[in-house]
């Protein structure tokens, strides 16, 4: 299997759509669709139950699922050691979050036009690391959303954005202007895997232990919300599907867009990323 297809593999499993998944990946969608296709004529067996919703990941698909996310880390793993010792000027930027976000379009181009020779690598992740493999020396640097553990970390705010609360567009609370978090008390959250950050979780929980189903991605996240009704919580001025609703939060502190990098370390790439970044997010 190619490193390649499996990046392809991954993006579709965590999107499940094809078009979201073509787009996260900057292709076009014939060339995924096929792509998946000789991977399950490869793998011998069908990865995806397919319908003009979506699709699912089969019992198959979810094995290696798991399978591929570790071989993509170890991968990740063993690129940034080897360009390490190259001596090669790149820099790995972890990204959790909206990459549509005009202040990372913004940071992007700033970067290029006074680094055009750096060759810049970029690791998306899932919500279970909000430090996006920093702390594993995957990324030489993140651009993330606090509060998570910032323990050997340095942190710079970029941003901060009010909360709200995704729902069902059919549920009843959805046509209500704003939320307080007592009145979900009673709800079913999606959780986090064992082992995130707890202060991460905590965060996105409200503040308090939830009970509902176990999700990784954003699009698992919503995927929850669709077929098991439950809640959970996402920064306001996002565009979501007609299917949800975001409603305000008003007693919930707000999601700060963050840089992270682990504290002493001396590279002058990071340096300059971070003050290219903290200039493109005050526009």
Same mark, same amino acid.
């Given at each position: 299997?190619?490193?390649?297809?499996?990046? !392809?593999?991954?993006?579709?499993?965590?999107?499940?759509?094809?078009?979201?998944?073509?787009?996260?990946?900057?292709?076009?969608?014939?060339?995924?669709?096929?792509?998946?296709?000789?991977?399950?004529?490869?793998?011998?067996?069908?990865?995806?139950?397919?319908?003009?919703?979506?699709?699912?990941?089969?019992?198959?698909?979810?094995?290696?699922?798991?399978?591929?996310?570790?071989?993509?880390?170890?991968?990740?793993?063993?690129?940034?050691?080897?360009?390490?010792?190259?001596?090669?000027?790149?820099?790995?930027?972890?990204?959790?979050?909206?990459?549509?976000?005009?202040?990372?379009?913004?940071?992007?181009?700033?970067?290029?036009?006074?680094?055009?020779?750096? @060759?810049?690598?970029?690791?998306?992740?899932?919500?279970? @690391?909000?430090?996006?493999?920093?702390?594993?020396?995957?990324? @030489?640097?993140?651009?993330? %959303?606090?509060?998570?553990?910032?323990?050997?970390?340095?942190? %710079?705010?970029?941003?901060?954005?009010?909360?709200?609360?995704?729902?069902?567009?059919? @549920?009843?609370?959805?046509?209500?202007?704003?939320?307080?978090?007592?009145?979900?008390?009673?709800?079913?959250?999606?959780?986090?895997?064992?082992?995130?950050?707890?202060?991460?979780?905590? !965060?996105?929980?409200?503040?308090?232990?939830?009970?509902?189903?176990?999700?990784?991605?954003?699009?698992?996240?919503?995927?929850?919300?669709?077929?098991?009704?439950?809640?959970?919580?996402?920064?306001?001025?996002?565009?979501?599907?007609?299917?949800?609703?975001?409603?305000?939060?008003?007693?919930?502190?707000?999601?700060?867009?963050?840089?992270?990098?682990?504290?002493?370390?001396?590279?002058?790439?990071?340096?300059?990323?971070?003050?290219?970044?903290?200039?493109?997010?005050?526009?």
């Amino acid at each position: 299997m190619e490193l390649r297809t499996l990046r !392809y593999f991954v993006a579709v499993a965590e999107e499940l759509h094809f078009g979201r998944a073509a787009t996260r990946l900057h292709m076009s969608q014939p060339p995924l669709s096929r792509a998946i296709k000789q991977l399950e004529d490869e793998v011998g067996a069908v990865l995806f139950a397919r319908s003009p919703t979506g699709v699912r990941l089969t019992a198959v698909g979810t094995v290696l699922l798991d399978e591929a996310r570790a071989l993509l880390d170890h991968a990740d793993h063993v690129r940034v050691r080897v360009s390490a010792a190259a001596g090669v000027a790149t820099l790995t930027v972890g990204i959790l979050g909206d990459g549509t976000d005009p202040g990372m379009a913004r940071l992007a181009a700033a970067y290029r036009r006074t680094h055009p020779a750096v @060759d810049i690598r970029v690791r998306d992740t899932d919500l279970t @690391d909000p430090t996006c493999g920093l702390r594993a020396r995957l990324v @030489d640097v993140a651009l993330t %959303r606090a509060p998570f553990d910032e323990t050997a970390l340095a942190v %710079r705010a970029l941003r901060t954005d009010p909360v709200g609360v995704v729902l069902r567009a059919d @549920d009843p609370l959805a046509r209500r202007g704003r939320l307080r978090l007592a009145e979900l008390s009673d709800r079913r959250w999606f959780r986090f895997p064992q082992g995130t950050d707890p202060v991460w979780q905590s !965060y996105w929980n409200g503040g308090r232990p939830r009970e509902g189903p176990v999700v990784r991605a954003v699009q698992e996240c919503l995927q929850a919300v669709l077929w098991n009704g439950t809640v959970g919580l996402a920064p306001l001025g996002h565009d979501l599907p007609a299917e949800f609703a975001l409603v305000p939060l008003i007693d919930m502190a707000p999601s700060r867009v963050v840089a992270v990098w682990n504290e002493g370390d001396t590279n002058p790439l990071i340096r300059s990323f971070i003050k290219i970044a903290t200039a493109a997010y005050r526009r």
